[in-house]
Nanobody
């Protein structure tokens, strides 16, 4: 099982980034997926989640209207489009696959929002 995030980096406030997570080693289309983040000195928080089919998404209030999560089951990919980024979005972002007792995480990728 492998989850590999990409697309992070440094962006100015108001800018955009698109995170990607490449998944392998399990039947991706059967699993809900989540993006979490952890800022320095803070607990990890759930940012967004998407159902196995992609038909349902939920977002943290702090990112609602700015972030969009999607998935491509044919490509075993999940995405997080982040717009109107704020300094408080600075964190390490993690991709997560979950189904019952199965819970697998990527290594995380840094997103820094700063001028």
């Amino acid at each position: 099982v492998q989850l590999v995030e990409s697309g992070g980096g440094l962006v100015q406030p108001g800018g955009s980034l698109r995170l990607s997570c490449a998944v392998s080693g399990f039947t991706f289309s059967s699993y809900a997926m989540r993006w979490h983040r952890q800022a320095p000195g803070k607990e990890r928080e759930l940012v967004a989640a998407i159902s196995s089919t992609g038909g349902n998404t939920v977002y943290a209030d702090s990112v609602k209207g700015r972030f969009t999560m999607s998935r491509g089951n044919a490509k075993n990919m999940v995405y997080l489009q982040m717009n109107s980024l704020k300094p408080e979005d600075t964190a390490v972002y993690y991709c997560n696959a979950v189904r019952g007792n199965f819970d697998s995480w990527g290594q995380g990728i840094q997103v820094t929002v700063s001028s």
